[in-house]
Protein backbone atom coordinates (compact mmCIF):
# COMPACT_ATOMS: atom_id res chain seq x y z
CA UNK A 1 0.00 0.00 0.00
CA UNK A 2 1.74 3.55 -0.84
CA UNK A 3 1.05 7.21 0.45
CA UNK A 4 1.79 10.10 -1.49
CA UNK A 5 4.15 12.02 -0.20
CA UNK A 6 5.27 15.68 -1.25
CA UNK A 7 6.86 16.09 -5.41
CA UNK A 8 5.09 13.11 -6.48
CA UNK A 9 6.75 10.84 -4.68
CA UNK A 10 5.29 7.51 -3.15
CA UNK A 11 6.71 5.83 0.25
CA UNK A 12 5.46 2.17 1.46
CA UNK A 13 2.98 2.83 4.17
CA UNK A 14 3.54 0.51 7.56
CA UNK A 15 -0.23 0.30 8.46
CA UNK A 16 -3.43 0.89 6.26
CA UNK A 17 -4.26 4.24 5.46
CA UNK A 18 -8.21 4.53 6.67
CA UNK A 19 -10.59 1.99 7.90
CA UNK A 20 -11.79 0.59 4.08
CA UNK A 21 -8.13 -0.45 3.68
CA UNK A 22 -8.28 -2.11 7.05
CA UNK A 23 -11.00 -4.19 6.04
CA UNK A 24 -9.50 -4.82 2.85
CA UNK A 25 -6.04 -6.09 4.85
CA UNK A 26 -7.48 -7.62 8.06
CA UNK A 27 -11.12 -8.99 7.27
CA UNK A 28 -14.52 -7.79 8.57
CA UNK A 29 -14.46 -9.23 11.76
CA UNK A 30 -12.31 -6.84 14.36
CA UNK A 31 -12.03 -8.84 16.45
CA UNK A 32 -8.70 -10.67 14.20
CA UNK A 33 -7.90 -7.27 13.90
CA UNK A 34 -4.05 -6.38 15.74
CA UNK A 35 -4.25 -2.75 15.91
CA UNK A 36 -6.85 -2.01 19.19
CA UNK A 37 -6.77 1.45 18.55
CA UNK A 38 -7.82 1.24 14.90
CA UNK A 39 -10.38 -1.49 15.95
CA UNK A 40 -11.84 1.33 18.75
CA UNK A 41 -12.21 3.80 15.68
CA UNK A 42 -14.12 0.76 13.03
CA UNK A 43 -16.55 0.12 16.33
CA UNK A 44 -17.28 4.02 16.37
CA UNK A 45 -17.24 4.25 12.73
CA UNK A 46 -20.24 1.33 12.47
CA UNK A 47 -22.42 3.05 14.54
CA UNK A 48 -21.66 6.55 13.12
CA UNK A 49 -20.80 6.18 9.48
CA UNK A 50 -23.47 4.49 7.09
CA UNK A 51 -20.99 3.96 4.32
CA UNK A 52 -18.17 2.69 6.61
CA UNK A 53 -21.38 0.16 7.94
CA UNK A 54 -22.73 -0.69 4.24
CA UNK A 55 -19.04 -1.10 3.16
CA UNK A 56 -17.83 -3.56 6.12
CA UNK A 57 -21.17 -5.46 5.51
CA UNK A 58 -20.78 -6.12 1.86
CA UNK A 59 -17.11 -7.70 2.82
CA UNK A 60 -19.13 -9.80 5.38
CA UNK A 61 -21.62 -10.85 2.51
CA UNK A 62 -18.35 -11.67 -0.03
CA UNK A 63 -16.17 -13.25 2.47
CA UNK A 64 -19.64 -15.55 2.84
CA UNK A 65 -19.82 -16.26 -0.69
CA UNK A 66 -15.96 -17.17 -1.18
CA UNK A 67 -16.55 -19.14 1.62
CA UNK A 68 -19.43 -21.63 0.41
CA UNK A 69 -17.87 -21.55 -2.82
CA UNK A 70 -14.60 -22.97 -1.65
CA UNK A 71 -16.18 -25.50 0.12
CA UNK A 72 -18.54 -26.50 -2.76
CA UNK A 73 -14.88 -26.61 -4.84
CA UNK A 74 -13.52 -29.18 -2.09
CA UNK A 75 -16.20 -31.16 -2.11
CA UNK A 76 -16.14 -31.57 -5.92
CA UNK A 77 -12.81 -32.19 -5.79
CA UNK A 78 -13.02 -34.82 -3.50
CA UNK A 79 -16.58 -36.31 -5.09
CA UNK A 80 -14.42 -36.48 -8.14
CA UNK A 81 -10.95 -38.25 -7.17
CA UNK A 82 -9.02 -35.86 -8.59
CA UNK A 83 -6.28 -36.08 -6.16
CA UNK A 84 -5.77 -39.86 -5.77
CA UNK A 85 -5.79 -39.68 -10.10
CA UNK A 86 -2.99 -37.14 -9.75
CA UNK A 87 -1.03 -38.92 -7.15
CA UNK A 88 -1.35 -42.58 -9.04
CA UNK A 89 -0.13 -40.47 -12.26
CA UNK A 90 2.60 -39.07 -10.35
CA UNK A 91 3.84 -41.80 -8.79
CA UNK A 92 3.82 -44.15 -12.08
CA UNK A 93 6.00 -41.39 -13.91
CA UNK A 94 8.35 -40.87 -11.14
CA UNK A 95 8.71 -44.79 -10.65
CA UNK A 96 8.25 -44.30 -6.77
CA UNK A 97 5.42 -45.90 -4.38
CA UNK A 98 3.62 -45.27 -1.48
CA UNK A 99 5.65 -46.28 2.06
CA UNK A 100 2.24 -45.79 4.31
CA UNK A 101 3.18 -45.13 7.99
CA UNK A 102 2.88 -48.41 9.24
CA UNK A 103 5.75 -49.39 7.37
CA UNK A 104 8.07 -46.81 8.45
CA UNK A 105 7.14 -47.33 11.80
CA UNK A 106 7.93 -51.20 11.54
CA UNK A 107 11.56 -50.14 9.78
CA UNK A 108 12.21 -47.89 12.40
CA UNK A 109 11.70 -50.66 15.12
CA UNK A 110 13.62 -52.89 13.02
CA UNK A 111 16.52 -50.93 13.46
CA UNK A 112 16.40 -49.98 16.84
CA UNK A 113 16.43 -54.10 17.22
CA UNK A 114 19.19 -54.73 14.87
CA UNK A 115 21.35 -51.53 16.82
CA UNK A 116 20.27 -53.05 20.18
CA UNK A 117 21.61 -56.33 19.14
CA UNK A 118 24.81 -55.10 17.71
CA UNK A 119 25.54 -53.09 20.76
CA UNK A 120 24.94 -55.78 22.99
CA UNK A 121 27.35 -58.09 20.60
CA UNK A 122 30.07 -55.15 21.00
CA UNK A 123 29.73 -55.04 24.42
CA UNK A 124 29.91 -58.87 25.23
CA UNK A 125 33.60 -58.68 22.92
CA UNK A 126 34.75 -56.08 24.52
CA UNK A 127 36.65 -56.76 28.20
CA UNK A 128 35.00 -54.94 30.69
CA UNK A 129 37.57 -55.17 33.55
CA UNK A 130 40.65 -53.70 31.43
CA UNK A 131 41.38 -50.49 33.31
CA UNK A 132 42.97 -47.95 30.64
CA UNK A 133 46.31 -46.38 32.04
CA UNK A 134 46.59 -43.21 33.86
CA UNK A 135 48.81 -40.21 32.91
CA UNK A 136 48.93 -37.62 35.00
CA UNK A 137 50.02 -34.52 33.70
CA UNK A 138 50.93 -31.68 36.01
CA UNK A 139 51.99 -28.16 34.43
CA UNK A 140 53.19 -24.88 36.20
CA UNK A 141 52.02 -22.12 34.70
CA UNK A 142 54.74 -19.04 35.62
CA UNK A 143 51.54 -16.13 35.05
CA UNK A 144 50.65 -17.86 38.92
CA UNK A 145 53.70 -18.75 40.42
CA UNK A 146 55.88 -16.16 39.52
CA UNK A 147 59.73 -17.06 38.26
CA UNK A 148 60.92 -16.70 41.42
CA UNK A 149 58.92 -19.24 42.46
CA UNK A 150 59.24 -22.03 39.79
CA UNK A 151 63.52 -21.21 39.81
CA UNK A 152 63.58 -19.44 36.42
Known amino acids: MTKPS ?3 RFELANGPANLHDAIDRWG ?8 MMLVRRAREALLADRD ?10 E ?3 LTRAAKLIDQRIAESGSVERITKK ?3 ATG ?16 MVVSAALGSVFAELMPADVEQPR ?11 GPSEADF
Do not use: C, M, N
Not at 55 to 60: A, C, I, K, N, Q
Not at 99 to 110: F, G, K, S, Y
Open 6 to 8: GEG
Open 63 to 65: AAR
Open 96 to 111: SKVIHWRRRIAALAAV
Open 135 to 145: IDVVQLDTLVF
Open 90 to 92: LLV
Open 28 to 35: PDLALWPD
Open 52 to 61: FRQYRDRSVA
